[in-house]
Protein backbone atom coordinates (compact mmCIF):
# COMPACT_ATOMS: atom_id res chain seq x y z
CA UNK A 1 0.00 0.00 0.00
CA UNK A 2 1.37 3.83 -0.76
CA UNK A 3 0.37 7.31 -0.49
CA UNK A 4 0.08 9.04 2.86
CA UNK A 5 -2.75 9.28 5.47
CA UNK A 6 -3.68 12.21 6.76
CA UNK A 7 -5.01 12.16 10.33
CA UNK A 8 -6.88 15.32 11.65
CA UNK A 9 -6.23 14.68 15.91
CA UNK A 10 -8.77 17.03 17.91
CA UNK A 11 -8.97 16.70 21.47
CA UNK A 12 -8.77 19.93 23.90
CA UNK A 13 -5.72 18.40 25.77
CA UNK A 14 -2.62 18.95 23.71
CA UNK A 15 -0.71 16.83 25.55
CA UNK A 16 -2.50 13.95 24.98
CA UNK A 17 -2.48 14.58 21.31
CA UNK A 18 1.33 15.26 21.46
CA UNK A 19 1.78 11.94 22.62
CA UNK A 20 -0.68 10.63 20.23
CA UNK A 21 1.56 12.15 18.04
CA UNK A 22 4.52 10.56 18.93
CA UNK A 23 3.26 6.86 19.33
CA UNK A 24 1.86 6.83 15.44
CA UNK A 25 5.50 7.94 14.25
CA UNK A 26 7.05 5.76 16.55
CA UNK A 27 4.42 2.96 15.42
CA UNK A 28 6.46 3.38 11.96
CA UNK A 29 3.21 2.03 9.35
CA UNK A 30 4.11 0.58 6.03
CA UNK A 31 2.95 3.95 4.69
CA UNK A 32 3.43 7.64 5.26
CA UNK A 33 1.78 9.54 8.52
CA UNK A 34 0.94 12.97 8.28
CA UNK A 35 -0.85 14.57 11.10
CA UNK A 36 -2.27 17.59 12.21
CA UNK A 37 -3.13 18.65 15.88
CA UNK A 38 -5.77 20.99 16.64
CA UNK A 39 -7.81 21.72 19.98
CA UNK A 40 -11.13 23.26 19.25
CA UNK A 41 -14.31 21.79 17.09
CA UNK A 42 -14.00 25.02 14.98
CA UNK A 43 -10.77 24.84 13.89
CA UNK A 44 -11.51 21.35 12.93
CA UNK A 45 -14.13 22.07 11.04
CA UNK A 46 -11.97 24.76 9.30
CA UNK A 47 -9.33 22.10 8.70
CA UNK A 48 -12.25 19.39 7.16
CA UNK A 49 -12.93 22.05 4.79
CA UNK A 50 -9.20 22.55 3.78
CA UNK A 51 -8.46 19.12 3.27
CA UNK A 52 -10.03 15.91 3.80
CA UNK A 53 -8.53 13.62 6.17
CA UNK A 54 -8.41 9.90 6.17
CA UNK A 55 -8.83 9.52 9.50
CA UNK A 56 -10.59 12.19 12.24
CA UNK A 57 -9.78 11.05 16.21
CA UNK A 58 -12.51 12.92 18.33
CA UNK A 59 -12.03 13.28 22.07
CA UNK A 60 -15.42 13.95 23.48
CA UNK A 61 -13.90 16.05 26.44
CA UNK A 62 -14.47 18.79 23.69
CA UNK A 63 -16.75 21.36 24.15
CA UNK A 64 -17.56 24.81 23.05
CA UNK A 65 -19.71 26.36 19.96
CA UNK A 66 -18.75 22.73 18.04
CA UNK A 67 -18.43 20.29 20.88
CA UNK A 68 -17.54 16.67 20.14
CA UNK A 69 -21.41 15.32 18.98
CA UNK A 70 -21.24 18.47 16.29
CA UNK A 71 -17.81 17.94 15.37
CA UNK A 72 -18.97 13.96 14.64
CA UNK A 73 -21.64 15.20 12.50
CA UNK A 74 -20.04 17.84 10.76
CA UNK A 75 -16.76 15.10 10.08
CA UNK A 76 -19.33 12.58 8.67
CA UNK A 77 -20.60 15.16 6.35
CA UNK A 78 -18.34 16.84 5.04
CA UNK A 79 -16.06 14.26 4.67
CA UNK A 80 -18.01 11.07 4.47
CA UNK A 81 -14.86 8.84 3.32
CA UNK A 82 -12.77 9.64 6.66
CA UNK A 83 -12.49 6.83 9.35
CA UNK A 84 -13.66 8.24 12.33
CA UNK A 85 -11.92 7.17 16.11
CA UNK A 86 -14.22 8.43 19.08
CA UNK A 87 -12.45 8.78 22.32
CA UNK A 88 -14.53 8.64 25.42
CA UNK A 89 -12.42 9.57 28.24
CA UNK A 90 -13.02 10.61 32.50
CA UNK A 91 -16.88 10.99 31.97
CA UNK A 92 -17.33 12.06 28.54
CA UNK A 93 -19.12 8.59 28.62
CA UNK A 94 -22.48 10.44 28.09
CA UNK A 95 -21.68 12.94 25.69
CA UNK A 96 -21.41 9.91 23.73
CA UNK A 97 -24.29 8.20 24.42
CA UNK A 98 -25.72 11.29 23.25
CA UNK A 99 -24.32 11.39 20.23
CA UNK A 100 -24.61 7.61 18.78
CA UNK A 101 -28.04 6.93 20.88
CA UNK A 102 -29.40 4.30 23.42
CA UNK A 103 -30.33 1.89 20.75
CA UNK A 104 -28.24 -0.28 19.22
CA UNK A 105 -29.53 0.37 15.85
CA UNK A 106 -28.45 4.11 16.08
CA UNK A 107 -24.80 2.83 17.54
CA UNK A 108 -25.16 0.32 14.21
CA UNK A 109 -25.61 3.21 12.14
CA UNK A 110 -23.12 5.30 13.58
CA UNK A 111 -20.45 2.67 13.43
CA UNK A 112 -21.44 2.03 9.67
CA UNK A 113 -21.54 5.35 8.54
CA UNK A 114 -17.97 5.90 9.55
CA UNK A 115 -17.19 5.76 13.18
CA UNK A 116 -14.14 3.53 13.06
CA UNK A 117 -14.25 2.47 16.38
CA UNK A 118 -15.28 4.23 19.91
CA UNK A 119 -12.44 4.02 22.58
CA UNK A 120 -14.03 4.35 26.01
CA UNK A 121 -11.60 5.02 28.51
CA UNK A 122 -8.46 3.33 26.79
CA UNK A 123 -5.95 1.80 28.67
CA UNK A 124 -2.82 3.90 27.27
CA UNK A 125 -1.99 5.99 24.08
CA UNK A 126 -0.55 3.02 22.65
CA UNK A 127 -3.74 1.54 21.86
CA UNK A 128 -5.10 4.48 20.73
CA UNK A 129 -2.52 5.09 18.45
CA UNK A 130 -2.98 1.61 17.16
CA UNK A 131 -6.69 1.96 16.54
CA UNK A 132 -5.54 4.82 14.79
CA UNK A 133 -2.71 3.46 12.60
CA UNK A 134 -5.56 0.49 11.70
CA UNK A 135 -8.08 3.30 10.67
CA UNK A 136 -5.46 4.61 8.57
CA UNK A 137 -4.78 1.33 7.20
CA UNK A 138 -8.21 0.81 6.04
CA UNK A 139 -9.07 4.08 4.82
CA UNK A 140 -5.87 3.99 2.46
CA UNK A 141 -7.39 0.99 1.40
CA UNK A 142 -10.77 2.30 0.73
CA UNK A 143 -9.50 5.32 -1.43
CA UNK A 144 -7.86 2.41 -3.46
CA UNK A 145 -11.27 0.40 -3.30
CA UNK A 146 -12.77 3.81 -4.62
CA UNK A 147 -9.95 4.61 -7.31
CA UNK A 148 -10.00 0.66 -8.66
CA UNK A 149 -14.22 1.02 -8.78
CA UNK A 150 -13.65 4.17 -10.75
CA UNK A 151 -11.38 2.86 -13.22
CA UNK A 152 -13.65 -0.27 -13.25
CA UNK A 153 -16.44 2.03 -14.07
CA UNK A 154 -14.57 3.55 -16.81
CA UNK A 155 -13.79 0.51 -18.65
CA UNK A 156 -16.35 -1.53 -16.81
CA UNK A 157 -19.10 -1.05 -20.01
CA UNK A 158 -16.67 -0.45 -23.29
CA UNK A 159 -19.70 0.30 -25.85
CA UNK A 160 -21.48 -2.83 -24.13
CA UNK A 161 -18.50 -4.94 -23.69
CA UNK A 162 -18.35 -5.73 -19.64
CA UNK A 163 -15.85 -7.26 -17.76
CA UNK A 164 -14.28 -6.67 -14.50
CA UNK A 165 -11.27 -9.07 -14.61
CA UNK A 166 -7.45 -7.36 -15.10
CA UNK A 167 -7.19 -9.33 -18.30
CA UNK A 168 -11.04 -8.15 -19.40
CA UNK A 169 -9.37 -4.97 -18.00
CA UNK A 170 -6.44 -5.20 -19.94
CA UNK A 171 -8.03 -5.97 -23.28
CA UNK A 172 -10.47 -3.28 -22.87
CA UNK A 173 -7.79 -0.73 -21.93
CA UNK A 174 -5.99 -1.91 -25.21
CA UNK A 175 -9.12 -1.61 -27.36
CA UNK A 176 -10.04 2.33 -26.32
CA UNK A 177 -6.47 3.00 -27.57
CA UNK A 178 -7.10 1.71 -30.62
CA UNK A 179 -9.97 2.91 -31.44
CA UNK A 180 -9.23 6.12 -31.27
CA UNK A 181 -6.65 5.16 -34.67
CA UNK A 182 -7.01 4.18 -38.30
CA UNK A 183 -4.86 1.17 -37.34
CA UNK A 184 -5.86 -2.51 -38.33
CA UNK A 185 -7.27 -4.81 -35.64
CA UNK A 186 -6.88 -8.85 -34.66
CA UNK A 187 -8.71 -10.01 -32.22
CA UNK A 188 -8.26 -13.20 -31.04
CA UNK A 189 -9.88 -15.56 -28.70
CA UNK A 190 -12.10 -18.84 -28.35
CA UNK A 191 -15.43 -19.47 -30.16
CA UNK A 192 -18.27 -17.39 -28.28
CA UNK A 193 -15.97 -15.05 -26.08
CA UNK A 194 -17.19 -12.12 -27.52
CA UNK A 195 -15.01 -11.16 -30.34
CA UNK A 196 -17.42 -9.58 -32.58
CA UNK A 197 -19.13 -7.50 -30.01
CA UNK A 198 -15.24 -6.03 -29.49
CA UNK A 199 -15.30 -5.09 -32.68
CA UNK A 200 -18.43 -3.48 -32.42
CA UNK A 201 -17.10 -1.79 -29.18
CA UNK A 202 -14.11 -0.57 -31.56
CA UNK A 203 -16.24 0.75 -34.04
CA UNK A 204 -18.64 2.75 -31.92
CA UNK A 205 -15.99 4.07 -29.79
CA UNK A 206 -14.23 5.38 -33.00
CA UNK A 207 -14.10 8.78 -35.50
CA UNK A 208 -16.31 5.96 -37.57
CA UNK A 209 -19.21 5.60 -35.49
CA UNK A 210 -21.60 7.26 -37.04
CA UNK A 211 -20.42 5.22 -40.46
CA UNK A 212 -21.54 1.98 -41.33
CA UNK A 213 -20.58 -1.37 -39.56
CA UNK A 214 -20.46 -4.09 -42.01
CA UNK A 215 -19.47 -7.44 -40.41
CA UNK A 216 -19.06 -10.63 -42.66
CA UNK A 217 -18.45 -14.27 -41.49
CA UNK A 218 -15.63 -15.87 -44.14
CA UNK A 219 -16.46 -18.98 -42.71
CA UNK A 220 -19.95 -18.79 -43.47
CA UNK A 221 -19.69 -17.68 -46.95
CA UNK A 222 -18.12 -20.32 -49.80
CA UNK A 223 -15.15 -19.68 -51.47
CA UNK A 224 -17.27 -18.98 -55.13
CA UNK A 225 -19.73 -16.16 -53.42
CA UNK A 226 -16.89 -14.83 -51.20
CA UNK A 227 -15.30 -12.51 -53.47
CA UNK A 228 -18.71 -11.07 -54.59
CA UNK A 229 -19.61 -10.83 -51.08
CA UNK A 230 -16.34 -9.24 -50.89
CA UNK A 231 -15.90 -6.83 -53.60
CA UNK A 232 -19.22 -7.26 -55.78
CA UNK A 233 -19.64 -7.68 -59.15
CA UNK A 234 -21.24 -5.92 -62.47
CA UNK A 235 -23.74 -7.47 -64.34
CA UNK A 236 -23.15 -10.60 -66.57
CA UNK A 237 -19.58 -11.12 -64.41
CA UNK A 238 -21.45 -14.71 -63.56
CA UNK A 239 -24.98 -16.74 -63.95
CA UNK A 240 -27.03 -14.97 -62.57
CA UNK A 241 -25.29 -12.20 -61.88
CA UNK A 242 -28.26 -9.51 -63.55
CA UNK A 243 -27.32 -6.31 -62.21
CA UNK A 244 -24.10 -4.63 -60.25
CA UNK A 245 -23.88 -5.37 -57.22
CA UNK A 246 -22.48 -3.42 -54.24
CA UNK A 247 -20.08 -5.43 -52.27
CA UNK A 248 -19.46 -5.36 -48.27
CA UNK A 249 -16.50 -3.16 -48.62
CA UNK A 250 -18.14 -0.56 -50.58
CA UNK A 251 -20.94 -0.64 -48.68
CA UNK A 252 -18.79 0.03 -45.14
CA UNK A 253 -17.05 2.99 -47.09
CA UNK A 254 -16.02 5.56 -44.26
CA UNK A 255 -17.01 3.03 -41.32
CA UNK A 256 -15.43 -0.20 -40.45
CA UNK A 257 -15.74 -4.07 -42.37
CA UNK A 258 -15.38 -7.00 -39.68
CA UNK A 259 -13.92 -9.41 -40.74
CA UNK A 260 -14.85 -12.68 -38.52
CA UNK A 261 -13.26 -15.91 -38.77
CA UNK A 262 -10.67 -14.54 -40.95
CA UNK A 263 -8.40 -17.59 -40.36
CA UNK A 264 -10.55 -19.58 -42.58
CA UNK A 265 -10.64 -17.53 -45.70
CA UNK A 266 -9.09 -18.94 -48.86
CA UNK A 267 -5.11 -18.15 -50.22
CA UNK A 268 -6.93 -16.73 -53.39
CA UNK A 269 -8.51 -14.45 -51.94
CA UNK A 270 -6.43 -13.38 -48.90
CA UNK A 271 -4.64 -11.79 -51.54
CA UNK A 272 -6.70 -9.56 -53.24
CA UNK A 273 -8.07 -8.57 -49.48
CA UNK A 274 -4.67 -7.76 -49.24
CA UNK A 275 -4.56 -5.49 -52.26
CA UNK A 276 -7.38 -3.78 -50.61
CA UNK A 277 -5.70 -3.15 -47.04
CA UNK A 278 -2.42 -2.09 -49.05
CA UNK A 279 -4.14 0.64 -51.88
CA UNK A 280 -8.24 1.02 -50.66
CA UNK A 281 -8.95 -0.37 -53.89
CA UNK A 282 -11.65 -2.55 -54.69
CA UNK A 283 -12.19 -4.22 -58.08
CA UNK A 284 -16.36 -5.58 -58.30
CA UNK A 285 -15.62 -9.04 -60.16
CA UNK A 286 -15.79 -8.53 -63.73
CA UNK A 287 -14.85 -5.39 -63.71
CA UNK A 288 -11.08 -3.59 -64.49
CA UNK A 289 -11.94 -0.56 -62.48
CA UNK A 290 -10.55 0.09 -59.05
CA UNK A 291 -13.28 1.81 -56.65
CA UNK A 292 -11.68 3.66 -53.92
CA UNK A 293 -12.71 2.98 -50.41
CA UNK A 294 -11.89 4.30 -46.72
CA UNK A 295 -12.44 1.73 -44.59
CA UNK A 296 -10.85 0.34 -41.45
CA UNK A 297 -10.72 -2.95 -40.80
CA UNK A 298 -11.18 -5.41 -37.89
CA UNK A 299 -10.81 -9.22 -38.17
CA UNK A 300 -11.25 -11.99 -35.83
CA UNK A 301 -9.93 -15.11 -35.51
CA UNK A 302 -10.40 -18.62 -33.07
CA UNK A 303 -7.52 -19.83 -35.16
CA UNK A 304 -3.53 -19.79 -34.52
CA UNK A 305 -2.82 -17.79 -37.73
CA UNK A 306 0.97 -17.92 -36.64
CA UNK A 307 0.52 -21.92 -37.11
CA UNK A 308 -1.04 -21.31 -40.34
CA UNK A 309 1.19 -19.42 -41.67
CA UNK A 310 3.91 -22.31 -40.63
CA UNK A 311 1.25 -24.67 -42.63
CA UNK A 312 1.55 -22.49 -45.34
CA UNK A 313 -2.66 -21.82 -45.24
CA UNK A 314 -2.27 -18.02 -44.35
CA UNK A 315 -0.36 -15.34 -46.27
CA UNK A 316 2.47 -14.00 -44.49
CA UNK A 317 2.35 -10.86 -45.59
CA UNK A 318 -1.43 -10.60 -44.71
CA UNK A 319 -0.84 -11.64 -41.21
CA UNK A 320 2.13 -9.22 -40.95
CA UNK A 321 -0.85 -6.34 -42.32
CA UNK A 322 -3.55 -7.60 -39.79
CA UNK A 323 -0.92 -8.25 -36.91
CA UNK A 324 1.09 -4.72 -37.16
CA UNK A 325 0.01 -3.59 -33.05
CA UNK A 326 -0.44 -6.93 -32.44
CA UNK A 327 -3.65 -9.25 -31.49
CA UNK A 328 -6.35 -8.63 -28.83
CA UNK A 329 -6.52 -11.69 -27.09
CA UNK A 330 -10.07 -12.26 -25.33
CA UNK A 331 -9.52 -14.53 -22.88
CA UNK A 332 -11.88 -17.51 -22.19
CA UNK A 333 -14.60 -16.73 -19.18
CA UNK A 334 -13.45 -20.08 -17.43
CA UNK A 335 -9.86 -17.92 -17.34
CA UNK A 336 -11.80 -15.02 -15.56
CA UNK A 337 -14.48 -16.33 -13.14
CA UNK A 338 -15.11 -12.80 -11.59
CA UNK A 339 -16.43 -11.74 -14.62
CA UNK A 340 -19.06 -14.38 -14.54
CA UNK A 341 -21.36 -11.92 -12.11
CA UNK A 342 -21.39 -8.43 -13.78
CA UNK A 343 -22.23 -10.69 -17.44
CA UNK A 344 -25.32 -12.76 -15.42
CA UNK A 345 -26.47 -9.11 -14.09
CA UNK A 346 -26.04 -7.73 -17.29
CA UNK A 347 -27.84 -10.96 -19.32
CA UNK A 348 -30.96 -11.08 -16.65
CA UNK A 349 -31.39 -7.48 -17.53
CA UNK A 350 -31.33 -7.98 -21.24
CA UNK A 351 -34.26 -10.73 -20.62
CA UNK A 352 -35.92 -8.71 -18.35
CA UNK A 353 -36.32 -6.09 -21.06
CA UNK A 354 -37.26 -8.75 -23.83
CA UNK A 355 -39.45 -10.46 -22.14
CA UNK A 356 -41.52 -8.44 -19.75
CA UNK A 357 -39.96 -10.31 -16.72
CA UNK A 358 -39.18 -9.36 -13.78
CA UNK A 359 -35.83 -11.57 -12.28
CA UNK A 360 -34.07 -10.54 -9.60
CA UNK A 361 -30.52 -11.85 -10.07
CA UNK A 362 -29.13 -15.42 -9.02
CA UNK A 363 -29.05 -16.92 -5.58
CA UNK A 364 -25.29 -17.08 -3.55
CA UNK A 365 -25.43 -20.75 -4.37
CA UNK A 366 -26.31 -21.42 -7.74
CA UNK A 367 -23.69 -18.32 -8.89
CA UNK A 368 -20.78 -20.75 -7.04
CA UNK A 369 -21.71 -23.27 -9.42
CA UNK A 370 -21.74 -20.49 -12.14
CA UNK A 371 -18.59 -19.75 -11.52
CA UNK A 372 -17.12 -23.09 -11.37
CA UNK A 373 -18.35 -24.06 -14.24
CA UNK A 374 -15.64 -24.21 -17.19
CA UNK A 375 -17.86 -22.42 -20.10
CA UNK A 376 -16.21 -24.63 -23.17
CA UNK A 377 -19.08 -22.25 -25.34
CA UNK A 378 -17.58 -19.26 -23.16
CA UNK A 379 -19.97 -15.95 -22.89
CA UNK A 380 -22.24 -17.22 -25.47
CA UNK A 381 -23.26 -20.29 -23.55
CA UNK A 382 -23.78 -18.39 -20.61
CA UNK A 383 -25.92 -15.97 -22.26
CA UNK A 384 -28.00 -18.66 -23.96
CA UNK A 385 -28.04 -20.59 -19.94
CA UNK A 386 -29.27 -17.56 -18.72
CA UNK A 387 -32.07 -16.79 -20.79
CA UNK A 388 -33.43 -20.37 -20.59
CA UNK A 389 -33.12 -20.13 -16.71
CA UNK A 390 -35.14 -16.95 -16.52
CA UNK A 391 -38.08 -17.33 -18.75
CA UNK A 392 -38.46 -20.98 -17.15
CA UNK A 393 -37.90 -19.79 -13.49
CA UNK A 394 -40.59 -20.07 -10.62
CA UNK A 395 -39.52 -17.58 -8.33
CA UNK A 396 -37.90 -13.79 -8.83
CA UNK A 397 -34.21 -15.25 -7.51
CA UNK A 398 -32.55 -17.90 -10.27
CA UNK A 399 -31.22 -20.47 -7.82
CA UNK A 400 -29.18 -24.10 -8.26
CA UNK A 401 -33.25 -26.08 -9.05
CA UNK A 402 -33.37 -23.33 -12.19
CA UNK A 403 -29.77 -24.40 -13.33
CA UNK A 404 -29.38 -27.07 -15.87
CA UNK A 405 -29.15 -31.02 -14.38
CA UNK A 406 -25.77 -31.22 -15.29
CA UNK A 407 -24.56 -28.10 -13.04
CA UNK A 408 -27.13 -29.01 -10.25
CA UNK A 409 -25.78 -31.57 -8.43
CA UNK A 410 -22.02 -31.08 -9.30
CA UNK A 411 -19.56 -29.04 -6.82
CA UNK A 412 -16.73 -28.65 -8.89
CA UNK A 413 -17.49 -29.54 -12.91
CA UNK A 414 -14.11 -27.89 -13.92
CA UNK A 415 -11.84 -30.04 -15.43
CA UNK A 416 -8.84 -30.60 -13.29
CA UNK A 417 -6.22 -29.20 -15.28
CA UNK A 418 -8.08 -25.76 -15.48
CA UNK A 419 -7.86 -23.61 -12.11
CA UNK A 420 -11.14 -22.13 -12.49
CA UNK A 421 -10.60 -19.02 -9.64
CA UNK A 422 -6.79 -19.28 -10.24
CA UNK A 423 -5.50 -15.91 -8.83
CA UNK A 424 -8.33 -15.09 -6.22
CA UNK A 425 -8.20 -15.76 -2.70
CA UNK A 426 -11.23 -16.66 -0.94
CA UNK A 427 -11.66 -13.32 0.42
CA UNK A 428 -12.02 -11.83 -3.38
CA UNK A 429 -14.32 -14.59 -4.15
CA UNK A 430 -16.39 -13.36 -0.97
CA UNK A 431 -16.45 -9.35 -1.73
CA UNK A 432 -17.57 -10.39 -5.18
CA UNK A 433 -20.54 -12.34 -3.21
CA UNK A 434 -21.55 -9.92 -0.95
CA UNK A 435 -21.20 -7.07 -4.20
CA UNK A 436 -23.64 -9.20 -6.26
CA UNK A 437 -26.44 -9.88 -3.60
CA UNK A 438 -26.39 -6.13 -2.52
CA UNK A 439 -26.77 -5.02 -6.15
CA UNK A 440 -29.58 -7.13 -6.45
CA UNK A 441 -31.43 -6.33 -3.58
CA UNK A 442 -30.50 -2.63 -4.35
CA UNK A 443 -28.42 -1.95 -1.45
CA UNK A 444 -30.85 -3.57 1.25
CA UNK A 445 -28.45 -4.80 3.80
CA UNK A 446 -31.03 -6.47 5.91
CA UNK A 447 -31.67 -8.54 2.74
CA UNK A 448 -28.77 -9.01 1.74
CA UNK A 449 -27.42 -10.69 5.24
CA UNK A 450 -30.39 -12.90 4.91
CA UNK A 451 -29.33 -14.50 1.40
CA UNK A 452 -25.91 -14.96 2.63
CA UNK A 453 -26.71 -16.76 5.94
CA UNK A 454 -25.16 -13.88 8.00
CA UNK A 455 -26.02 -11.71 10.91
CA UNK A 456 -26.24 -8.57 9.94
CA UNK A 457 -23.64 -7.02 12.04
CA UNK A 458 -21.33 -9.94 10.40
CA UNK A 459 -22.40 -8.26 6.72
CA UNK A 460 -21.40 -4.79 8.18
CA UNK A 461 -17.78 -5.56 9.99
CA UNK A 462 -17.51 -7.27 6.43
CA UNK A 463 -18.24 -4.16 4.34
CA UNK A 464 -15.24 -2.43 6.58
CA UNK A 465 -13.53 -4.78 5.93
CA UNK A 466 -13.30 -4.80 2.55
CA UNK A 467 -13.82 -0.88 2.07
CA UNK A 468 -17.00 -1.14 1.04
CA UNK A 469 -18.40 1.49 3.13
Avoid at 222 to 247: I, P, Q, Y
Wanted: proline share 5%; with cysteine.
Amino acid sequence: MSDTAFVLITTPDASTGQALTQALQKANPPFRLATSLVETGAEAVGSLKVRAPDVVVIDFALTGDVDAPKLLRESLRLTPHAQVVVLARDGAQESLRKALGDDRRSQTDAMDGGVYECLIDPPSIDVVADVVGRAARQALATRETQMLREQVDRAFDFEGLVGVSEAMLKVIKRARKLAGSKCTVLITGETGTGKELLAQAIHAASPRAGRPFKPLNCAAVSETLLESELFGHVKGAFTGAVADRKGYLVAADGGTMFLDEIGDMPLTMQAKLLRALENGEVIPVGSNEAIHVDVRFVAATNRDLQEFVRLGKFREDLFFRLHAFGALNIPPLRARPEDIPVLVDRFIARVNRENALSIRGVAPDALRKLMRYSWPGNIRELRNMIERMCIEAESDVLGVEDLPESLQGTTDIVPANVPSLAGLTLADVEKMMILSTLRRNQGNREQTARELGISIRTLYRKLKEYGMT
